[in-house]
């Protein structure tokens, strides 16, 4: 129908093309096309648990090949179904595995994708499921009540002194494991040292029980200082990546950009994390010395102070025969150090030599 002044009505629009019920529209945005699993957190609580697990590897590979651990006299200290080395030969490779069992639990929130935002609640999950893991192995071990030495009250103090290192030792790779998981490349790096310390120590353990070997090569111990090395030298490299140059530095428009870190807080976390790959062997060796000396001590006050205090020498000689042992053939831990030293100096100057061809690209 026209108007009464001769003008076309104007055409109708034309209507967009209804879409089948259950097919969308168009392609869904970006947020809805991300796996949703890496973004949950839930599956940290179970790789946690299973990381925790894991760090038992050592000792699981050692018990299934040697025998029993028990006496014919004493049957109940039969370990050869026991989660945990509860026997007092056996104490530097409990602190081994609880350390690096907190160390691998510590790292499970890495699963999730969104951790920047959600690390308190990540970190409240692995630690739940790290006691669980702990709770689970010190029952299954206590369960057929092993003597583990003692008499009368000191039976008592025995088993509280095993579950005790059982918790502290999981607690503090728990931390190492967190810091490395959920902290920038700074504290990543400082973290990352002695973590990567005791994992070598945890590596050698591992390989001499599945060689069924009671002496270690020679050649084990530098070789396996030179790895953990390399790995924290890595480490070091990625702080020089994620220096901010302050004004020149150009604002990031994703909020999961790569955080990055002042010159000052990287010199620090290269001083800390070579520090601690000195610190950490030396602490080793003064544990080592320590639950070695256990044996034959009475649990006592005066005996418990002397023991320590005599560990404190120990760590302190070792730190100085680590630093002085220069020659043909260095310590480990001195192989440690100068590895991540050259490691992680060529690769920060291989790093800071492509940044600025990189950083001309326009971002994805």
């Given at each position: 129908m026209t108007s009464t002044t001769g003008a076309s009505a104007p055409p109708?629009?034309?209507?967009?093309?209804?879409?089948?019920?259950?097919?969308?529209?168009?392609?869904?945005?970006?947020?809805?096309?991300?796996?949703?699993?890496?973004?949950?957190?839930?599956?940290?609580?179970?790789?946690?648990?299973?990381?925790?697990?894991?760090?038992?590897?050592?000792?699981?590979?050692?018990?299934?090949?040697?025998?029993?651990?028990?006496?014919?006299?004493?049957?109940?200290?039969?370990?050869?179904?026991?989660?945990?080395?509860?026997?007092y030969q056996l104490l530097t490779l409990l602190l081994a595995v609880t350390v690096m069992a907190g160390v691998l639990a510590g790292l499970a929130p890495a699963w999730c994708t969104a951790r920047r935002y959600r690390r308190p609640l990540l970190a409240a999950i692995a630690t739940f499921g790290s006691l669980l893991a702990v709770a689970a192995a010190v029952a299954q071990t206590m369960a057929p009540d092993p003597?583990?030495?003692?008499?009368?009250?000191?039976?008592?103090?025995?088993?509280?002194?095993?579950?005790?290192?059982?918790?502290?030792?999981?607690?503090?790779?728990?931390?190492?494991?967190?810091?490395?998981?959920?902290?920038?490349?700074?504290?990543?790096?400082?973290?990352?040292?002695?973590?990567?310390?005791?994992?070598?120590?945890?590596?050698?353990?591992?390989?001499?029980?599945?060689?069924?070997?009671?002496?270690?090569p020679s050649w084990?111990?530098?070789?396996?200082?030179?790895?953990?090395?390399?790995?924290?030298?890595?480490?070091?490299?990625?702080?020089?990546?994620g220096v901010s140059t302050g004004n020149n530095a150009e604002p990031t428009a994703t909020p999961t950009a790569t955080p990055t870190a002042t010159p000052t807080a990287t010199v620090a976390a290269w001083l800390c994390a070579l520090g601690l790959l000195v610190l950490t062997s030396a602490a080793l060796t003064a544990a080592r010395y320590v639950l070695e000396a256990l044996r034959g001590t009475s649990v006592r006050r005066a005996e418990v102070q002397e023991l320590l205090t005599d560990s404190v020498q120990v760590f302190r000689g070792s730190v100085s025969s680590t630093l002085t042992a220069w020659g043909p053939l260095p310590s480990p831990a001195l192989v440690g150090l100068l590895v991540a030293v050259i490691?992680?100096?060529?690769?920060?100057?291989?790093?800071?030599?492509?940044?600025?061809?990189?950083?001309?690209?326009?971002?994805?």
């Open positions: 109708p629009r034309p209507r967009p093309a209804e879409q089948p019920a259950g097919q969308p529209a168009g392609p869904p945005p970006p947020e809805q096309r991300r796996q949703p699993l890496r973004a949950s957190a839930w599956p940290v609580l179970p790789l946690a648990v299973l990381g925790w697990f894991a760090g038992l590897l050592p000792w699981l590979v050692r018990r299934s090949g040697g025998g029993t651990f028990g006496t014919p006299w004493n049957p109940r200290n039969d370990l050869r179904e026991a989660l945990l080395p509860y026997q003597d583990l030495g003692g008499s009368g009250t000191t039976a008592e103090q025995v088993r509280l002194a095993l579950v005790a290192l059982t918790v502290a030792g999981s607690l503090t790779g728990l931390v190492l494991g967190l810091v490395v998981s959920l902290a920038g490349p700074a504290l990543r790096a400082v973290a990352a040292a002695p973590a990567v310390v005791v994992g070598a120590d945890w590596l050698g353990q591992l390989l001499l029980g599945a060689l069924h070997t009671s002496p270690p084990l111990p530098t070789v396996l200082a030179a790895v953990s090395g390399a790995l924290v030298g890595l480490l070091l490299a990625s702080t020089v990546r490691v992680g100096g060529a690769v920060a100057v291989w790093v800071r030599r492509t940044l600025p061809a990189a950083s001309g690209r326009p971002s994805d």
